[in-house]
């Protein structure tokens, strides 16, 4: 068993993720067409057997592996997504990550998330780092495809200036590292999508919830987590207050 610190081992487990995906990219192992598919599989049986090995007694829920149900008795889950934006990863941008996120009694307690075509990884055990003075106009990050009705509605509310990008892994850690103040995001996701990113931006001092300012819970038996909120804390009550008005956009 390793005697890293829970974090240390997200932190170790997530560059280990990065550099076999950042390998994979420039190597051209596979045919482009195959990219996505063999990053999603071969940084999950990476990412499974580092954590086995690492801590044989906990439990993980992956996207990409078979979930059966006998974590939700177990206090302690690593949540994984070993390749989030997987057609960022396919199109070789820059916006795709590895999530390794530790839920303790559903509490996003520990994670790490890479960003490896940057060579960036974040942890919650960094140095907590002041935030710039907020903009006059708060940038926030939505999705490069589909930004939800809410979320337009939401930034044309608060006069917000849209940041399109790819995986929620770069959106959050955008705001994280200060280039973005806000992301919203209404159009589904499972926990493995924001787990790690929520425990690294509550470790970072951001607000994160869902977006009717509920907690975020992991390690419920249906993974579904479609929505979340993460922010820094002096736009929160003001973003949560314009979902609200425009929660007849929803499903």
């Known amino acids: 068993m390793s005697q890293q610190t829970d974090a240390q081992l997200a932190r170790s487990v997530a560059l280990a993720a990065a550099e076999l995906l950042r390998d994979l990219c420039v190597t051209g192992a596979c045919p482009d067409a195959e990219l996505g598919d063999r990053g999603d599989t071969d940084a999950n049986t990476l990412i499974l057997r580092l954590l086995h090995e690492a801590r044989p007694d906990d439990y993980v829920l992956s996207e990409e592996a078979a979930d059966d149900g006998l974590r939700c ?80 509605a939401v930034a044309e509310a608060i006069g917000a200036e849209l940041v399109p990008m790819g995986s929620a892994g770069a959106k959050a850690m955008a705001v994280v590292q200060g280039d973005a103040e806000i992301y919203l995001h209404a159009g589904g996701q499972y926990e493995w999508d924001n787990c790690a990113p929520v425990a690294v931006a509550l470790a970072a001092g951001l607000f994160a919830s869902r977006i009717d300012g509920s907690p975020l819970v992991y390690n419920c038996r249906d ?25 007849h956009l929803l499903p």
């Open 73 to 152: 008795a177990a206090r302690r889950v690593w949540v994984v997504d070993p390749l989030d934006g997987t057609r960022e990863f396919r199109e070789r941008r820059e916006d795709w990550a590895v999530h390794i996120g530790l839920a303790i009694d559903g509490v996003p307690v520990t994670g790490a998330v890479a960003l490896p075509a940057v060579q960036r990884v974040f942890a919650t055990d960094d140095p907590r780092q002041p935030f710039a003075a907020a903009p006059q106009r708060p940038r926030m990050v939505v999705s490069r495809s589909r930004a939800h009705p809410v979320v337009l």
């Open 223 to 247: 993974p579904l987590l479609p929505d979340l909120l993460i922010c820094r804390r002096e736009y929160a009550e003001h973003v949560l207050t314009a979902v609200a008005a425009a929660t």
